[in-house]
């Protein structure tokens, strides 16, 4: 099967038709028309085998996770989802692996809306992904890393470190409990949770207005609330018992061992945001719609650092967060 054939196949005339695409595939370029008196945000993410995901990932989960970590990016910027382009980089044509992959990548883009409008398909040594998502939010109404400040209330929406717990499973790391191995149905939801996360695009939006600042927990809590600090010139305090765990998490290990995946284990794909007390009501109503749980974990301080404690007490993490590099 040569270039075109594959993208005729496996990606043309796919996904949800958005009506501001005036000219998609097919073409040197795609047009799109842009909603008056809304930003475009814009955001890219690259997945490499064997760095990012394991060669034997199900072809359907990394289509539809290739394309959701990239929606997550404009949740935490209060984003629409509009539109996306894929690079897809193949050592060959698997045509029963590129059924599963688009399979899996078109129910994301249908799920929320996006559309995809162009890319490109090369031959490499390893299978990449190169996702680039375009959205658009009111101008002036995004959410940013830079607005938090002494006082504001930290949240998170979900249950952390659900994920990495997920991906120890798959690579046999994780033998949960001393004499006890994870339930059937606690292993399911867990992996499950690697491979689909939930991009919180509606939460995101519903923030707009409320939220001082936000940001999608990719690398890990402590890490990811870093950048908002840094960003934002503060320190905060988290109280770690505060911390929401799942009952798949809470039943299949030990709590500090919990706390450790919650912390620092990544790819949750929640949304971590900042909160002044004045908004503290009107988060409670706009979440509600939104269909989202969220709760509070600790606070924004007018001195620098992370401090993180355990019913007052200090607690240490097992580790830092993923690096990239």
């Known amino acids: 099967m040569k270039e075109f054939q594959l993208i005729d196949q496996y990606f043309c ?18 047009l799109v028309q842009p909603s008056e008196n809304k930003q475009l945000a814009i955001s890219c993410d690259t997945l490499v085998e064997g760095v990012h995901f394991f ?27 509009a539109w996306f382009t894929l690079g897809l980089s193949l050592p060959s044509v698997d045509e029963a692996w590129l059924a599963g992959f688009s399979e899996g990548l078109f129910e994301a883009a249908e799920y929320y809306g ?46 952390l470190g659900d994920s990495a717990l997920g991906l120890d499973l ?15 149905e606690h292993s399911e939801f867990l ?11 509606l939460a995101g939006q519903a923030l707009r207005g409320l939220a001082s600042a936000a940001i999608d927990l990719s690398d890990g809590l402590v890490s990811d609330i870093g950048h908002i600090l840094n960003a934002s010139n503060v320190g905060a305090t988290i109280e770690v018992d505060k911390l929401p765990l799942s ?4 039943e299949s290990v030990a709590l500090e061992e919990a706390l450790g995946y919650a912390l620092t284990g990544g790819e949750d794909y929640e949304l971590l945001f900042t909160v002044p007390e004045a908004q503290r009501g009107a988060l409670e109503i706009a979440l509600a719609h939104a269909g989202v749980k969220f709760v509070r974990i600790g606070q924004i ?25």
């Open 114 to 159: 996006i559309a995809l409008i162009g890319g490109d398909t090369t031959q490499s040594p390893v299978k990449v992904i190169a996702v680039t998502v375009n959205g658009q939010v009111p101008e002036g109404k995004a959410l940013t890393r830079f607005g938090a400040r002494s006082g504001d209330w930290i949240y998170v929406t979900g249950t």
């Open 55 to 81: 060669a034997d990932m199900p072809a359907w989960a990394l289509g539809y996770k290739a394309l959701a970590v990239n929606l997550s990016d404009l949740a935490a910027m209060g984003a629409e989802p």
């Open 191 to 201: 992996i499950e949770r690697h491979y689909r996360p939930t991009p919180r695009v």
């Open 170 to 184: 798959l690579r046999g790391r994780q033998q949960a409990q001393p004499n006890q191995k994870v339930a059937p």
């Open 247 to 250: 009952a798949a998490m809470k």
């Open 13 to 30: 005339g796919r996904g949800p038709q958005r009506r501001d695409v005036k000219h998609g595939i097919g073409d040197d370029c795609a």
């Open 301 to 325: 301080s007018a001195g620098g650092g992370l401090k993180l404690s355990f019913n007052g007490q200090p607690f240490a993490p097992v580790n830092k967060g993923f690096e990239h590099f």
